[in-house]
């Protein structure tokens, strides 16, 4: 992270670049990044900006609350729109440019927004420590010339978590979060039946006080991954009897524990090398 001088600049620079966009759409999910943004939106110009949240069955209900309670929080402008990535083939079959098909959904609707409202551009999340992750849906965004101020201003993440921090937002140190269908091992179709089970299981584990987690659907086998500071909690008899209790209760056949703990994008880890140099084709 950047010294506390270069962090101000970086934090000014991001003020400017939002501050040539009014009317400008956040695409909000209500994860640290996305919040972030929206905020310095707001704070940058005020209510001709909106954030925007994408609703469909990927997102868990406990995800879209609290987005909407920030954001009501901090007198941001949101909406809730309708996305359809469930009627793309392409998207259900869950190969490894599922992403790719969620976004370019995404920002189709938003695209469609922007012009109904007379709105000028549309911003999302995008931070410069995801450029080294194997992300498709930032072609998606490139495709659809969508802006990405916290990459531009080259802010990383815990410089993001820091800035929120400081300006007293309590998503500062809110744990990482991504969509339910991400849960769900590569090649096995997306169902609605499985972002159930999955969104079942980490409410429960919310529930036990668990706080960093993540329900990985591998068929007939549930994975759980949990940080590494909070696994000696999870090691013990009656907490595998707690785990099993759960997720047969929802349908898993065998329970696991990762012995690795949390780690966002593990599920990438099971893909074809080919799969990640390939990518999908810019737009022409």
Not at 45 to 53: E, K, P, T
Not at 55 to 68: F, K, N, Y
Not at 165 to 175: H, M, N
Not at 257 to 264: A, H, N, P, T, Y
Request: aromatic share 8%.
């Amino acid at each position: 992270m950047e010294t506390p001088e270069n962090l101000a600049q970086k934090s000014a620079h991001l003020r400017q670049i939002l501050a040539a966009h009014p009317g400008l759409i956040v695409a909000y999910s209500g994860g640290v990044d996305s919040a972030f943004l929206a905020w310095a939106a707001h704070q940058a110009l005020g209510d001709s900006m909106r954030a925007v949240i994408a609703d469909s069955p990927s997102l868990a209900r406990t995800h879209l609350d609290d987005a909407l309670a920030f954001a009501r929080e901090q007198s941001i402008p949101v909406e809730v729109v309708q996305t359809t990535e469930f009627s793309n083939p392409a998207y259900l079959r869950n190969d490894a440019m599922r992403c790719f098909h969620c976004k370019d959904e995404l920002f189709t609707v938003l695209e469609q927004y922007r012009e109904a409202h007379r709105l000028t551009a549309v911003a999302y999340g995008v931070n410069a420590d995801d450029e080294g992750d194997f992300r498709p849906g930032q072609q998606a965004a490139r495709n659809h010339h969508v802006l990405a101020p916290l990459l531009e201003a080259r802010l990383e993440k815990l410089e993001i978590r820091e800035l929120a921090r400081q300006a007293g937002l309590r998503v500062w140190e809110k744990p990482a979060s991504a969509c339910l269908s991400s849960r769900i091992e590569y090649g096995r179709p997306v169902t609605p039946e499985a972002l159930a089970a999955v969104e079942r299981g980490e409410d429960a584990l919310r529930a036990l006080g668990f706080r960093q987690f993540r329900v990985r659907h591998h068929g007939e086998i549930v994975r759980i991954e949990i940080a590494p500071d909070e696994l000696p909690r999870a090691l013990t008899p009656q907490m595998a009897q707690e785990f099993t209790a759960i997720f047969k209760a929802l349908g898993f056949k065998f329970v696991t524990l990762d012995l690795e703990g949390f780690r966002s994008g593990s599920m990438n880890q099971l893909l074809p090398v080919a799969d990640l140099a390939r990518g999908p084709k810019p737009a022409a």
